[in-house]
């Protein structure tokens, strides 16, 4: 069984603030997906990453997947409140379309 | 274009007691999913239908949980009898082809 590591767990900064969250696997990601999620609602899909290497960004997000496809970093410049939300990553796996999560991590911005 | 939607958004139950989900995926998904969040663990997968077939059960919990999905479009997940540890956020999920899944905004689901 795969397993999804990600940290920190939860994270409450200031408003203008960069922050880096990090997820890491026991094994070698099949593409590896970073979501977010604001209560009362799923989790909504924010970029999809494949190549070892690959670098995303996303406006202020940058999405990084480390070389050897076992671990990914979430940088966030200048955070803003509205970037508040529970952060997951997940992995497709070998089986189609199933994703295994991590637990997240809670990002809270103050004004 | 419509989301996916679940209903209810929120279920208080008796243990004993039995429950049904629903999730409208998005039409024309053929690929629908459900999830489950239990507190303080993560999204877990459940089962994977496409189309009315299921393509993949591996993650239902046991024989209490039935998942169907007659005529390929909505779904429902019957929970029977409910326990306590069924208690969680449940998520459903649709997609077209393997790259993308769309969530609802998921079932909360409490058994007293």
């Known amino acids: 069984t795969q397993l999804l590591e990600q940290s920190p767990q939860f994270l409450s900064i200031q408003e203008g603030e960069n922050l880096t969250v990090y997820c890491n696997s026991s094994s070698v990601f099949s593409s590896l997906q970073w979501y977010r999620q604001e209560p009362g609602e799923g989790p909504v899909l924010l970029v999809t990453?494949?190549?070892?290497?690959e670098v995303k960004k996303l406006k202020r997000l940058t999405f990084q997947f480390g070389d050897a496809r076992k671990d990914s970093s979430l940088h966030i410049t200048a955070a803003q409140p509205g970037d508040t939300g529970l952060y997951l990553c997940a992995d497709r796996g070998s089986t189609l379309g199933r994703l295994y999560f991590g637990r997240g991590t809670q990002l809270t911005v103050w004004p | 274009e419509a989301g996916v939607t679940q209903f209810p958004s929120h279920s208080v139950i008796e243990k004993g007691q039995t429950v049904t989900l629903r999730c409208d995926p998005i039409?024309?998904?053929?690929?629908l999913y459900w999830y489950r969040r239990v507190m303080g663990k993560e999204i877990k997968f459940l089962l994977h239908f496409v189309k009315e077939s299921k393509q993949d059960e591996s993650g239902m919990p046991n024989n209490r949980f039935l998942a169907e999905r007659t005529g390929g479009t909505y779904s429902t997940l019957k929970v029977q009898p409910a326990e306590l540890e069924d208690s969680g956020v449940y998520f459903c999920?649709?997609?077209?082809?393997?790259?993308?899944?769309?969530f609802g905004p998921g079932t909360r689901l409490t058994v007293l």
């Open positions: 990453v494949v190549t070892g290497g």
């Open positions: 999920a649709s997609s077209q082809g393997p790259a993308r899944s769309f």
């Open positions: 039409s024309g998904h053929d690929n």
